[in-house]
């Protein structure tokens, strides 16, 4: 392979490269899965800070010059810094928080690589929210999408810095505002409909990941990828998004190697030649891996992509990403990955303020467990997170943070914070199964209103066409939606508690059989008639929560782990393709984890919630 052309770039601090060696010697700082070739600079630290009780900033244009008195760290939840600034305050804020932050940078010097005018600078938020603002120099900035407004805060978003105004010495400006409207996507985060207590939680909010600046090309393919692949044909078919201004003929070329081969030579390597217009547009390439092998739990391959968009000049654009080769899908009344039948060891999963050096303790430890399989419960987390599984062979299940209320504009946030998740999370082999909703959080009238159950079941057949890589649940626990008797969820899925042995036989019993009311809490299926004859996979997707008040059952580790087994051996016995034991780590009230939060040390035995259960 020839050497590529080098890269114009702004002399900022080089990042080191993101974590994909088995020894973990590289270290990732910036919180995103896709890699550039480039220089960026971490604006983590100490920021100015302000808390906007009464609303005033806007209209007394802070943005444009503001007297702050106090300090906070970024990242760091608006929770974490008004406690500091206003000790005295228990809960934060109730109704509605407005916070500013502001901070200066100075201008990078670009390097001279003989072409002038094809790169810039962008700015990068790793997630910050629910409603971001963002002001260089007192000029209000739009981000790439064409939002003055950004709203959502469990994925990344970016502003194209124009040149005209930045400065030698730069003064970055950020108002936050948060609310308890529980229209919003908010997860197990407390609001106006769900108050803090038991299983739902204090509000995480604001800054809570890395902001980073680095330069791009003008002309470039952004940090998004999308992989889907089908183990018969050694076909990758790649989703890409260019970024142009400048109009023009471009080719793309895909190479691809073995995640840690060291020969510069590629195993595939194919170009594509693409007129395109100024602005976004997402394409699809299709290259073809000879002999490929597949990812699996047991066997985690992957490879490493390089993409570049090359414009007329032979100038170059370049990202790279990691992705594997695998296919998931529901057959009959099982699970098949890569065509063969597998059984989900799962284990539900709240990150919560965990930080990325604790995730990856817990995750370590949730495979020491047995587990094949976390299901990350409606939360957004660092997305290094599937980076680690994919390299650990760890399934996950991912789930859309859920509004707490059913109306037409609670279902366009969800939809609009599926379609941001979707656009990061496409490439990783890790990820199988995806959960519009949960236990009908922000979708209350599931039984009764035609238009959510038709909101749900677009979302579903959308997923169906543009992501077939994935299983979908329409709703988890209970109250599936049932068309024409046709069910609009790849899996029939259950949350049954109950610390009672005999119990439990009885509603496992009922379950494998078809009965659909008195198992879990509500019907397992609305809408129209459904006759369960297992043509679907079922999956206990809750169970346990041994330890925590609400769910009762023992509270002693030794103990605990025997009821485990002994509720295990019963899963096991019955045509069931999987569960998912509550949970991992304990968070606030819910006292019921298995892994210490702070350590990664395990409560109970290794291997317990595996195939093979330590007696």
């Known amino acids: 392979m020839t050497e590529r052309p080098k890269h114009p770039n702004y002399s900022l601090t080089k990042s080191r490269e993101a974590i994909y060696f088995d020894d973990d010697t590289y270290l990732n700082p910036i919180p995103r899965a896709v890699i550039r070739p480039n220089s960026s600079i971490l604006l983590d630290g100490e920021w100015k800070f302000a808390l906007d009780k009464?609303?005033?900033?806007?209209?007394?244009?802070?943005?444009?010059?503001?007297?702050?008195?106090?300090?906070?760290?970024?990242?760091?939840?608006?929770?974490?810094?008004?406690?500091?600034?206003?000790?005295?305050?228990?809960?934060?804020?109730?109704?509605?928080?407005?916070?500013?932050?502001?901070?200066?940078?100075?201008?990078?010097?670009?390097?001279?690589?003989?072409?002038?005018?094809?790169?810039?600078?962008?700015?990068?938020?790793?997630?910050?929210?629910?409603?971001?603002?963002?002001?260089?120099?007192?000029?209000?900035?739009?981000?790439?999408?064409?939002?003055?407004?950004?709203?959502?805060?469990?994925?990344?978003?970016?502003?194209?810095?124009?040149e005209t105004?930045?400065?030698?010495?730069?003064?970055?400006?950020?108002?936050?505002?948060?609310?308890?409207?529980?229209?919003?996507?908010?997860?197990?985060?407390?609001?106006?409909?769900?108050?803090?207590?038991?299983?739902?939680?204090?509000?995480?909010?604001?800054?809570?990941?890395?902001?980073?600046?680095?330069?791009?090309?003008?002309?470039?393919?952004r940090s998004r990828v999308g992989?889907?692949?089908?183990?018969?044909?050694?076909?990758?078919?790649?989703?890409?998004?260019?970024?142009?201004?400048?109009?023009?003929?471009?080719?793309?070329?895909?190479?691809?190697?073995?995640?840690?081969?060291?020969?510069?030579?590629?195993?595939?390597?194919?170009?594509?030649?693409l007129t395109l217009e100024a602005g976004q547009k997402n394409q699809r390439l299709v290259l073809e891996v000879p002999d490929a092998k597949v990812w699996s739990p047991e066997q985690p391959h992957l490879y490493r992509l390089i993409a570049q968009l090359v414009?007329?000049?032979?100038?170059?654009?370049?990202?790279?990403?990691?992705?594997?080769?695998?296919?998931?899908e529901s057959r009959g009344s099982g699970i098949y990955l890569n065509n063969k039948k597998i059984y989900l060891n799962g284990i539900l999963y709240q990150p919560g303020l965990a930080s990325y050096e604790q995730i990856k303790k817990h995750m370590h430890a949730m495979k020491r467990l047995g587990c094949n399989l976390v299901r990350i419960h409606i939360a957004g987390v660092d997305p290094r997170i599937y980076n680690l599984a994919d390299k650990l062979g760890i399934l996950l299940w991912v789930e859309v943070p859920s509004p707490h209320r059913s109306n037409a504009t609670s279902r366009s946030n969800h939809k609009a914070e599926l379609l941001r998740m979707l656009s990061l999370i496409g490439t990783h082999p890790s990820v199988i199964i995806w959960s519009l909703y949960n236990e009908d959080w922000g979708a209350q009238d599931i039984a009764t209103s035609v238009e959510t159950r038709s909101y749900i079941m677009d979302m579903y057949h959308y997923m169906q066409i543009a992501h077939p890589q994935f299983l979908v649940v329409d709703n988890d626990g209970w109250q599936h939606i049932s068309f024409e008797g046709r069910l609009k969820s790849d899996i029939l899925t259950a949350h049954l508690y109950t610390p009672d042995l005999e119990r439990w036989k009885e509603v496992l019993d009922g379950l494998v059989k078809g009965e659909q009311t008195g198992i879990a809490a509500f019907p397992l299926v609305v809408g129209d008639p459904f006759f369960f004859r297992r043509q679907v996979p079922?999956?206990?997707?809750?169970?346990?929560?041994?330890?925590?008040?609400?769910?009762?059952g023992p509270a002693d580790n030794e103990e605990r782990?025997?009821?485990?087994?002994?509720?295990?051996?019963?899963?096991?016995?019955?045509?069931?393709?999987?569960?998912?034991?509550?949970?991992?780590?304990?968070?606030e009230d819910e006292k019921n984890g298995l892994i210490?939060?702070?350590t990664g040390e395990l409560k109970v035995p290794d291997g317990l919630l595996g195939d093979v259960h330590p007696e």
């Not at 782990?561 to 968070?587: C, H, M, S, V």
Request: hydrophobic share 35%; glycine share 8%; with cysteine.
């Open 165 to 221: 105004i930045l400065k030698e010495e730069n003064r970055l400006t950020i108002r936050i505002m948060a609310t308890m409207d529980a229209d919003t996507t908010r997860g197990k985060q407390e609001s106006a409909v769900y108050k803090r207590g038991g299983i739902w939680y204090q509000t995480y909010s604001g800054g809570v990941r890395s902001i980073w600046l680095e330069t791009v090309e003008k002309n470039r393919l």
């Open 227 to 273: 992989v889907v692949s089908y183990v018969e044909d050694n076909l990758v078919r790649f989703n890409l998004t260019t970024r142009i201004h400048d109009p023009g003929v471009y080719k793309i070329r895909l190479y691809v190697y073995n995640r840690l081969q060291q020969d510069r030579t590629p195993i595939a390597t194919d170009e594509f030649t």
């Open 311 to 328: 414009d007329e000049n032979g100038y170059v654009s370049e990202i790279e990403a990691h992705f594997g080769l695998r296919k998931i």
């Open 596 to 598: 210490d939060f702070e």
């Open 54 to 162: 009464d609303n005033r900033g806007l209209s007394e244009n802070w943005f444009v010059a503001h007297n702050y008195t106090q300090t906070a760290n970024w990242p760091g939840s608006v929770e974490a810094h008004i406690s500091k600034v206003d000790p005295g305050s228990d809960k934060y804020w109730h109704d509605q928080v407005i916070v500013w932050y502001e901070r200066t940078f100075p201008l990078p010097k670009p390097v001279d690589t003989g072409v002038s005018g094809c790169n810039q600078l962008q700015l990068t938020f790793g997630a910050c929210g629910y409603e971001t603002r963002v002001w260089l120099n007192g000029i209000q900035l739009k981000t790439i999408e064409g939002e003055f407004v950004h709203i959502g805060e469990y994925t990344s978003f970016s502003y194209e810095l124009d």
């Open 538 to 552: 079922l999956i206990v997707s809750e169970w346990g929560g041994f330890g925590f008040a609400d769910y009762g």
């Open 561 to 587: 782990a025997e009821t485990i087994r002994a509720f295990k051996k019963e899963l096991r016995k019955r045509p069931i393709a999987g569960d998912i034991y509550t949970q991992a780590t304990n968070i």
